[in-house]
């Protein structure tokens, strides 16, 4: 492989052209741990491996500088492997190939794992650096984050020293993140008592397709359509102005997701036929002037269905419509200190009827500060509750609360103010990451994350910006040696 022989800064493109050579999927890090504890005993660094598997490789202190504050770095070892269909790749062997292309370094039919592998090669470069000085410097290697953050969850609380850490999984060259979103999921789960259907009735199915979706971290304030509120709006109007019954209501697949679509069948008399389809198609109408351009392919059609042997009996149709009509969806709060960030915020993520009598209702909530979390996740509980379902919560993950005085956040300013000329973005996000995690457990911790800039994570697509590496690469050895010059 030569494509990156021209590349700098050199040791981290060297480190990263052997990293693409690992397998290393989630829970499967084993070859990539190997080669970690291998490279600290050629260059006689301290390594430590904890039970979960996550690696801690120790660079001590330049002499003289043993008094300085002690850095954590953190990035984690696994990736997500997609490849496109028509390009074969089996995961638990075959190598990643980089492909260079113009600015940009991706991989050819697969994910590239640059998230996180450069934050690998990063840190191996930084430990391996005998040029810079520093004071002790903790290489934290965690597995599994893309697939539930067992590693960071399973951290012991005297893995590391430092008190003041560098995460280095973001992807926005330019952005400083310093605060993230904790998560969890409460879920109703309700039974209802099946009626035979009237053999005298007509049944309809109804379809709405055609929103956008999106993710319920990054685009919950959009203000995108969520099919399963409106579907239930729909089926609210209809309970309102005729006598129907619900046989069936499918809306939503993910949990981190805004429901793009819905499906429902309904029963009634059947001389109401023609009011009832003039009913929705008002409905549609000013349901697509209500979204106006941002869902314009929303859609709403219907079909004539066979009658179903079995709808849901009254009571519990109306106290699921009433319950998911009062259930919220969307930003609860705005951050109060920084500009554009969501807060809190709940995605009504998805209705099922899952058989034997049952429906399932999935929602997930949002916050950068844990007592909203379980503030919002309890007002969901409520509404659910309503319904008559029991409802359970999942553990979730804590959030990250941004610090607008700390001290890595000033001296990162300060660095890339010097270094670049020009300010850069200071930002929290409204979705997971490892940090939150280590901040509930290692108290008082003073953290930010950077990145090289990195697009289409997760996917085939997925490409890192060369220039950004260098910038990267800068930025964090000027951080260093600043921390150093505190005592
Ligand atoms: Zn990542």
Redo the contacts with the bound molecule.
């Keep these: 492989m030569k494509i990156f022989e021209k590349l700098s800064p050199i040791p981290i493109w060297n480190y990263f052209e052997e990293i693409c050579k690992i397998p290393r999927l989630s829970k499967n890090e084993g070859k990539i741990r190997k080669f970690l504890i291998h490279f600290a005993k050629e260059n006689n660094l301290e390594v430590k491996e904890d039970e979960i598997g996550n690696i801690l490789i120790v660079k001590t202190a330049s002499p003289g500088m043993e008094d300085r504050k002690t850095l954590v770095l953190q990035c984690?070892l696994d990736m997500v492997g997609e490849n496109n269909a028509d390009y074969p790749h089996d995961w638990a062997t075959d190598p990643v190939i980089p492909v260079l292309s113009d600015r940009w370094i991706s991989a050819r039919g697969t994910t590239l794992g640059a998230?996180?592998g450069i934050?690998i090669a990063t840190q191996m470069a930084i430990l391996s650096d005998k040029k810079l000085p520093s004071g002790k410097i903790e290489c934290l290697f965690t597995v599994d984050?893309?697939s539930g953050m067992t590693g960071a969850i399973n951290l012991k609380p005297d893995c590391f020293t430092g008190r003041i850490l560098v995460n280095l999984?973001s992807?926005d060259e330019g952005i400083l993140y310093i605060g993230c979103a904790g998560g969890m999921d409460t879920i109703g789960t309700m039974k209802y008592k099946p009626v035979a259907t009237d053999k005298n009735s007509s049944a309809l199915e109804i379809s709405l397709t055609g929103l956008r979706g999106g993710h319920s971290g990054d685009e919950i304030h959009k203000g995108f359509g969520n099919s399963v509120k409106i579907m239930n709006r729909l089926l609210s109007d209809l309970s309102n102005n005729f006598d129907i019954s619900v046989s069936s209501f499918d809306g939503g697949n993910m949990r981190n997701a805004i429901p793009r679509e819905a499906f429902s069948a309904i029963v009634f008399d059947k001389n109401v036929i023609g009011r009832l389809k003039e009913l929705i198609d008002n409905f549609h109408t000013a349901i697509k002037e209500e979204f106006g351009t941002i869902e314009k392919d929303l859609k709403i059609s219907v079909k004539d269905a066979l009658l179903p042997r079995y709808v849901m009996d009254k009571e519990s149709q109306t106290r699921l419509i009433d319950s998911l009509t009062a259930c919220p969806h969307g930003v609860i709060a705005w951050s109060k200190e920084m500009e554009d960030l969501v807060e809190t915020s709940t995605n009504l993520a998805s209705v099922k009827f899952t058989g034997e009598n049952t429906v399932k209702i999935v929602t997930t909530q949002r916050s950068s500060i844990e007592s909203s979390k379980y503030e919002v996740a309890s007002m969901i509980e409520l509404c659910l509750k309503n319904a008559g379902a029991e409802v359970v919560h999942s553990d979730g993950y804590p959030g990250w609360k941004p610090d607008l005085n700390s001290e890595i956040l000033r001296i990162t300013l300060s660095s890339y103010k010097n270094l670049f000329g020009k300010e850069p973005m200071v930002k929290a996000i409204h979705a997971g990451l490892e940090c939150g995690l280590i901040y509930e457990k290692f108290k008082g911790i003073d953290m930010i994350s950077i990145g090289p800039t990195i697009r289409g994570?997760h996917t085939p697509h997925e490409k890192i910006e060369i220039k950004s590496v260098q910038m990267f690469w800068d930025l964090l050895t000027d951080v260093i040696r600043n921390i150093s010059l505190q005592s």
């Design positions: 984690h998230d996180d934050g984050e893309e999984d992807e994570a």
